[in-house]
């Protein structure tokens, strides 16, 4: 049987206290999402098993059924994949946000006010004139990518993986000197080095530079710092046709999962106007994946929009977003399924919540429904963090949520 997984990022949350203790999903108006889990099977999934880093690389490898702990090797490679730079075997490759650092030296936001894609363009390309492979032994590359997100490649094997770096999203007004890349080992101080020369250099370069000048004169926050974050070397995965024995396509404007759909060997749907933002074309979204269902056996439809309102920390845009969701992806969706008479499994789910009150990641299981035509209901009628903690799912673990997809 053919199946759809509807995934709204970060869109779990904790409860908030303008809400009286309620979360965005429950108070959010979202009948056909509620749908599902009347209609359906519900529970809760562990998606970033213990041990394993918080975040969207992690939760999405396992709801794919992926195990993280094999096949998680940072989120800058799987981006690479998707803007289609190869990554030598040595090659160390890390996302790279523009980000704004306010007068005191604090972290302001994440996205530098989620720059547009031109202005970002620009400025990595001037990075990578003035800081790249020219200098010598130990080269760095810079990859432009889309708004705020970009990719910093360490190539030729000089490099060590052996270093971690502080998730910006997860450090909003702290202090940049205190949050510098470390090394875990010996090996990798040469390589902490030399990221954290190219994030002084870099930080001077933007200070000046034209498109930041000009974003300041408009009132716009300027981009005046690289920061690198999730680095890994090449992974091996299996595809998702080896793992599961079914062809799949991906949906997102984002490159992580599109990059995970590359390694995974599924088809990358790209659908015009999708922002991974509030305002991104949720109705495109859905018809590419009914168009898509009549190709493959599983339809993986990704939605950052709820993502960035949690970690805006922006909780009417939250439930605004929940809504688009349910309203704008989820009715014509199903709408869609029936017309077309298709007997197709519907899944609805977040990778992580997003609290607006920390604008963080965290990593509570996440509430989960499945509709499967030929299945029995459970008793549960509507979907939140609550609601679903008495499915008859109960709390799934591993690759457990796909096999329920599947029906196993
Ligand atoms: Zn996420």
């Given at each position: 049987m053919k199946a759809v997984i509807v995934l709204g990022d970060g869109m779990s949350d904790h409860p908030v206290a303008k809400l009286g203790g309620k979360t965005p999903l429950m108070v959010a108006n979202k009948p056909h999402i509620d749908r599902i889990a009347r209609m359906g099977v519900t529970g809760r999934f562990v998606t970033v098993p213990e041990g394993q880093p918080n975040g969207s690389a992690v939760a999405n490898l396992s709801v794919l059924g992926y195990d993280p702990a094999v096949c998680f090797s940072g989120r800058g490679v799987l981006e690479a994949a998707s803007m289609k730079v190869d990554l030598g075997a040595g090659d160390v490759a890390m996302r790279c946000n523009l980000l704004c650092i306010d007068s005191q030296g604090k972290i302001k936001n994440h996205s530098a006010g989620h720059i547009s894609t031109e202005e970002s363009v620009q400025l990595i390309r001037d990075l990578d004139d003035k800081l790249?492979?020219?200098?010598?032994?130990r080269p760095v590359k810079f990859h432009p990518g889309v708004s705020f997100r970009h990719l910093l490649v360490l190539p030729g094997g000089w490099a060590s993986k052996d270093f971690d770096c502080a998730p910006p999203h997860d450090h909003v007004g702290e202090l940049e000197v205190d949050l510098m890349p470390w090394a875990l080992n010996d090996g990798a101080v040469e390589t902490v080095d030399r990221l954290i020369e190219v994030h002084k250099n870099a930080r001077r370069i933007l200070t000046d530079h034209s498109v930041n000048r000009a974003r300041v004169d408009r009132g716009q926050d300027p981009a005046n710092c690289m920061w690198v974050w999730s680095p890994g070397r090449r992974p091996s995965m299996s595809t998702f046709q080896d793992l599961h024995g079914v062809s799949g396509a991906v949906i997102s404007a984002v490159d992580l999962i599109q990059g995970l759909g590359v390694y995974a060997g599924m088809e990358k749907i790209l659908v015009e106007g999708a922002t991974g933002l509030h305002d991104t074309n949720y109705e495109g979204k859905a018809q590419a994946a009914l168009e898509a269902l009549e190709k493959y056996d599983i339809v993986y439809l990704h939605v950052e929009a709820t993502d960035e309102a949690g970690h805006a920390r922006d909780l009417d845009l939250k439930i605004k977003c929940i809504e688009y969701l349910d309203n704008r992806i989820v009715r014509p969706l199903l709408a869609g399924i029936e017309e077309r008479d298709l007997r197709v499994t519907v899944a609805v789910l977040p990778d992580h919540p997003t609290p607006v009150e920390t604008g963080c990641h965290a990593s509570d299981p996440v509430p989960v429904a499945i509709w499967r035509p030929d299945a029995e209901a459970d008793s549960v009628q509507g979907y939140d963090e609550e609601q679903v903690k008495p499915g008859s799912l109960g709390l799934l673990e591993g690759d457990q949520f796909i096999r329920k997809v599947f029906g196993e």
């Open positions: 790249g492979s020219a200098l010598g032994d």
